[in-house]
């Protein structure tokens, strides 16, 4: 099978699971009854039973929902047409561990060793959604370096209109509430939990009041409950992938003396805290990249995040381990980041070394199984000292790089940081 073919067969093995979860859940009254107060004065209503008086009281004791701009929050009705309420003005009963819901959000959006899979879902806001409410598309606002998808509660209060659209990398997903919250035979609320990447808007409300709790959900360092066997995983098929990739490894004709193979990352991640949380274990990655990463650890290979910089006159690989540039650079960017952060200049299997290339510059030949992306792209400034002193930087965005062997030895390749200049 020639090797273009190959790759083609990988690509169509790497599944793309959609970035979200969703589901409904039987709540009991005292799940569902809110206390809040509005001024000098307290409330309460049973949200599972509400009548439109009742809904109608809530949503006057709201205050108009503002959204995240940059830093700060902003008001503005032709954008968004909301009310909401902070945490401190309101209380209920209802916890998401309590649910099971936290448990199925870390089994269905972190593919991740068990050990590192742990959720703190922290209460955000309520929203009240009346008639002719509405929010165009937008992203949420990370709420901290180790946030990394936000969940939505939608109560069965009886209402039409107002479902969330999803869209992400050219593909679109609708979650109706309404008509999940309907349709259940028991009060039920419905829930959608989704990477703070993915677009996503609540197109308008026709009748009725539509009724929301907001959470952020962060990566924790602390172990919840264990998760009950009847909570099941759904995560992209790494089945077909792993075959796929055995299958090129047993062809002599893919990578027949070894080299790198490459993968684009299909989400964001904050740079602030991917050398802590992602570098060399994959941490908490999200769909098809924790896919990815998980099966080649399985296969014994050593994958590791890493970022394409694109230097002075080569695009440079280097592990995140190194991803901080020192403050002073004192030779050409390409040669600080190779001799002072381990990486090497990326050049393609079958291309030619460049005319007056600094032989003393690690080589790694690469092969891209999904193509570089730009979703986390970032910027690294340093100081260079040439003639005098002037402020640079330089751009990389995240990938998956891990080395593999020639034919028959695949998997027995360590990635030392020497050149592979000596496989190809």
């Known amino acids: 099978m020639a090797s273009e073919e190959i790759l083609d067969s990988l690509r169509a093995a790497i599944t793309l699971k959609p970035p979200f979860c969703t589901g409904a859940v039987p709540i009991s009254s005292d799940h569902a009854t809110l206390f809040y107060k509005k001024g000098e004065s307290a409330h309460w209503l049973d949200l599972s039973q509400a009548n439109p008086e009742q809904l109608q009281a809530l949503a006057e004791a709201c205050e108009p929902a503002t959204f995240g701009l ?10 968004r047409k909301a009310g909401k309420m902070d945490a401190s003005n309101f209380s209920m009963r209802i916890h998401m561990s309590d649910l099971g819901i936290v448990d199925r959000i870390r089994e269905q959006l972190l593919y991740a060793p068990e050990d590192q899979k742990y959720v703190k879902a922290e209460l955000y806001k309520l ?21 990394f998808a936000s969940l939505v509660v939608v109560f069965p209060t009886p209402h039409e209109g107002g479902a969330l659209k999803l869209s992400h990398d050219g593909e679109e ?11 259940a035979p028991t009060p039920s609320i419905a829930y959608i939990a989704f990477y703070s990447d993915v677009d996503h808007e609540v197109t308008l409300v026709t009748s009725g009041h539509r009724v929301t709790l907001t959470y952020n959900l962060f990566l924790d360092s602390s172990p919840s409950q264990k998760i009950p066997r009847s909570v099941q995983a759904v995560a992209p098929d790494s089945n077909l992938f792993r075959d796929a990739l055995l299958a090129a490894f047993d062809d002599p004709t893919f990578l027949p003396d070894g080299g790198y193979l490459g993968f684009g990352m299909s989400f964001t991640y904050p740079i602030s805290r991917v050398k802590r949380y992602y570098s060399n274990s994959g941490g908490a990655l999200k769909g098809s990249d924790a896919m990815i990463f998980a099966v080649l650890e399985d ?28 403050s002073d650079a004192y030779d050409d960017i390409d040669s600080v980041l190779c001799e002072e952060h381990y990486g090497k200049v990326i050049l393609g299997l079958g291309q030619d ?10 080589i790694a030949r690469m092969t891209w199984v999904t193509p570089l992306t730009t979703f986390s792209n970032f910027r690294s400034d340093y100081t260079y000292y040439g ?3 002037s402020t640079e930087h330089v751009y990389g965005d995240l990938c998956i790089a891990v080395k593999v062997g020639a034919f028959g030895q695949r998997d027995t390749i360590a990635d030392s940081g020497s050149s592979d200049e000596e496989l190809v």
């Open 70 to 79: 940059g830093q700060n929050d902003v008001l503005n009705e032709e954008y």
């Open 127 to 147: 929203n009240v959604y009346g008639k002719d409410s509405f929010f165009k598309s937008h992203k949420d606002t990370p709420r901290g370096d180790t946030m």
């Open 173 to 183: 997903w609708t979650f109706d509430s309404a008509a999940l919250t309907r349709d």
């Open 299 to 326: 296969l014994s290979l050593s994958p590791s995040m890493s970022v394409v910089y694109k230097g002075l006159n080569h695009k440079i690989l280097v592990p995140t381990d190194y991803l901080t540039l020192g």
């Open 353 to 362: 070394i460049p005319s007056h290339f600094n032989e003393d510059l690690p």
């Open 387 to 389: 003639n005098e002193a």
